[in-house]
């Protein structure tokens, strides 16, 4: 039995060691300027994900991804709606909600692969790419408007035209992935 | 009037791009916007796989002035120490501290802490070359990256540069989780074994378990006793789930005899060990028993065998070999159409159909020889005779099956040829990876270990890429 504990230890350090900078990445946005601490924002998604470890360890990485997107982003929601109950001297009702609104989108996106991402991006209009790569790289808006010699506010509505596409671009993929799920099981 | 919603406010904040009264605003109304909540959802799901996908840092927005592209994140120690020095010279001769020059220039002892002298714990597996960086500490990864937040002295590591001790600042700065900076700084290093291992523990955080094995391979050839490579190559391996290797490796380094390293590399082989043989008796009793399921009486269900495709798959192998008839073979034919459905092709199809098409006057005596090789697979004293027979015989398939289950192929040249043989003429690409596995393991036998942990490293990555249809764990 311990063998299997270690077992399971090492795969679950190896999954935080996969998934963390990436959501660490994504915590730290969501929590700049605010008092929410990014590194607290994650640590919290782990301790959760350590409970469900069983389900999502044989789940493929994007599964995985997604589901540990979905229970940060009702962290971070959460966060929020503390914050706005606190500053009216209300009670934490927001608490009540926890494990709603799981599904839909974290469905979506769990059958999105890397790869078909990657070609999402090739397939988007190459200013819109190039835009979005530059931000998938770190870049902010205004380091990307003097790439492209553009004012920053083009730069905002060229990322947001990016994720639309790249959301159109994905999205049939994903009905047919869907598809393709029900017939073989 | 701008309302949150307009604007493309959400990407605005979700990108740090709002002011901080702006983002606290904005945080406040996602709180009652259903609309805004589940913009944001996929808006993070998204910029999740975009940092999966194109491998960058997501920009970090700590402060609306701060603009750090991830691309300057590997600045030369000088220019580092300089833009402090920039700052805190003038400030330190403002508050009347000259003192500060003078210890800037004072005689150079390396503190410990530069290589976290004081920790208690350690936070990744891999050992460092840098005997400062390597002393034996418990191994503690939930603590993780606590270190990160750690300041780097720089002073100490300024002489360490210009001591062109390299490797040092590298493993100062792998110690606080920068593998970057620690890539970076090996790179100016000169070629020596611990190099190569410093560089395949880079490599190993990064998961590049391929370029860490032959950095590994480089260090050993170097030096073959270099504990910290034996040790990260065990490591490789068993990231790799050759985890019969990886206990060899660990055996190796327990033999050095180190304090701290040998007992807790002689429990970890153990750990393997237990483990792989965990593994194999569940794995033979669930194909054993998925086989008798398929050759039993009673009627079976395809899509409750078919929810353990790799199980299903060895089994569905086990069954054809041993069915004594061709409708018993026929039989077989809708679990073999499930499973392709899953593996893709029609490798199984193929297969079944061609078996139900020989003479089972002939195949029948030898797909019973063969039930009873897999029913009491401790006895082999009557395998030579049926593997004579078998070899003799047309039925190449269940000849292929014995050799596997015996493993006389290991030992004996001619047999292995004959299963290179079949499994080249067959388009299971498991089929293939079975006989290489033999091939190995001769290899293995003979003593050429790092040869064979290549390949058994590049076997293991086509099995896994093979998607769920092969039982990969049993490539060790």
Redesign the interface.
Known sequence: MANLFNRERRRYEAFIRQHRPSLLGLARRLSARSSLEAEDLVQETFERAMNEFEALKDRTDAAAAAWLCTTMTNRFLDYCRRQRTESRGMPHLALVQEGVAQGEAQENWELVSTEEFQKAVERLKPHLRDAYRLHAEGKRYNAIAEHFNVPVGTVGSWLTLARRDLKDLLLPQVAVARERGATSS | MTTPCTN?RL??F???????TE??AF??H??RCAEC??G???????????????G?????????DV?E???AKVLPLRARLQKVYRTAVPLALAAGLATVFIRFQAPPEIPGEVWLSSADSRTFEARLSHPKADRFLPYS?MR??SHATEMLPLRPLAELEERHDFRGIAAAYALRGDWQQAEAFLGREAESADKANDQAVVAL?R?RYEEALGLLTSALRQNPNHAQALWNRALVL??RDLLDRAAASFDTVASLGEEGWSAEARRMAA?LR??LA?ERVRWRRQVTDAWLTLTGDAPWDVKQLAQRPVVARAALYEAVRTVTSKEGVEALLPLAKELD??GGGSVLQDYVRQVATRDFAARAPLAQGYAGLLRESETKKDATALLESLRRSGERDIYFGALVHTGSAVVDATALSALRGFAEGTPDPWLHLLAEREGIRRELAAGHTAQAEKQLMDAMLTCNGLGNIAPCMELN
């Open positions: 493309n990407h605005l979700v990108d740090g791009e709002l002011s901080a983002a606290e945080r406040q996602l709180t909540e589940s944001l959802r996929d808006l993070l799901q998204l910029e999740l796989l975009a940092a999966r996908a194109l960058g840092a997501a920009p970090v927005a700590e402060s609306p603009v592209p991830v691309t990864p993780g990256t955080s998961q068993r990231e750990e237990t483990q965990e459905a899953l």
